[in-house]
């Protein structure tokens, strides 16, 4: 079953043609790297997919399966803007954006003249394309990312991240990984603190609140992404595992995945070789194709259209796409 292009396209719109590989930077000297405030987990045997049977049908998010994890060490946080700017300022690394020359940024926030606004997604007219959007300036060219040195980084493909992480000395997560350090510890939870979404009415996660896709109320303080840390962290001591952006997982994108996967330290399709089409190293793939996996949800995710900001929702997109929305955490090597 093929996803609607409609339902991909509400949360994160797929780039353009693409402008080509990203060249690798070097290895960055220890001295230079940023600190990454981490969690050491333990691993172990969880229950990774939807208990709930809320998910997206097409996303993939069942059967239910068991996996057993090595102990690894994660960022307890997405990589911020400023982290991402010493990336740069140390290996002059052009994003997919910056060497497109634009990136998808959300309707209401877009700081662009009428110029500069390309085009408008078919599918989600609430996302436009926007000429000199890039990690720099995050919703147009008539802005910048000066006061949010704090925030997630966004408008970083998969291929951006990967970069990052060989200058950082350090990895994407695996989708499996991502999904237990998600949990903090709590077995067949809908969210990384439980089944309700607010809590005492508490707001957990940075999510969209008012009406979709054109009146935002900002209750908790925010119309687009918050300051790291700005909720509670989960069991592990994660923060922003919900909303706020979505995260590149290292793993390639098929819904079909789960009913295959081992359940030792999983992959994903090709990397486990398990037969699948991305194994065969001769640039075929499956129906997805080169697509890879995206966790978290975002500040556009609303439940009337879009509830993936729970702890086993699951998503993929392709890893030159690049929008306002989403951005990357990273596990040590």
Do not use: K
């Amino acid at each position: 079953m093929s996803q609607p292009r409609a339902a991909r396209a509400c949360c994160l719109p797929s780039a353009p043609a693409g402008a080509g590989p990203v060249p690798l930077p070097p290895p960055g000297t220890a001295a230079r790297r940023p600190a990454h405030p981490q969690a050491a987990l333990p691993g172990g045997v969880f229950a990774m997919g939807d208990a709930f049977g809320e998910g997206y049908p097409a996303d993939g998010e069942t059967p239910v399966h068991e996996v057993e994890l090595a102990p690894f060490t994660i960022d307890t946080e997405p990589v911020t803007t400023a982290r991402f700017a010493a990336f740069v300022e140390a290996t002059g690394h052009l994003t997919d954006a910056e060497r497109a020359g634009s990136s998808a940024v959300f309707h209401l926030f877009a700081l662009a003249g009428p110029a500069d606004v390309l085009g408008r997604s078919p599918a989600a007219p609430w996302w436009l394309e926007v000429r000199g959007a890039d990690w720099r300036h995050p919703y147009g060219p008539l802005g910048d990312a000066g006061d949010l040195q704090d925030h997630p980084v966004v408008h970083v493909s998969h291929r951006d991240a990967l970069a990052y992480c060989r200058w950082a000395g350090r990895r994407l997560p695996t989708e499996a990984e991502w999904e237990y350090a998600a949990r903090g510890a709590l077995a067949g939870r809908r969210y990384p603190w439980g089944n309700e979404l607010r809590p005492d009415g508490a707001h957990r996660c940075r999510i969209w609140q008012g009406r979709f896709p054109d009146l935002p109320t900002g209750e908790d303080g925010w119309y687009a992404t918050a300051p790291v840390g700005t909720y509670p962290p989960n069991g592990f001591g994660l923060v922003d595992t919900a909303g706020n952006v979505w995260e590149w997982c290292a793993d390639r994108f098929d819904p079909g995945y789960y009913a295959r996967s081992p359940r030792f330290d999983p992959r994903g399709p090709g990397a486990d070789g398990d037969g699948s089409d991305e194994d065969r190293g001769d640039g075929g793939g499956s129906a997805d194709g080169d697509r890879r996996v995206l966790r978290g949800g975002s500040y556009l995710c609303h439940d009337s259209y879009c509830n993936r900001y729970r702890v086993a929702a699951r998503t993929g997109n392709t890893p030159d796409s690049t929008s306002g929305n989403c951005g990357f955490r990273t596990v040590a090597c």
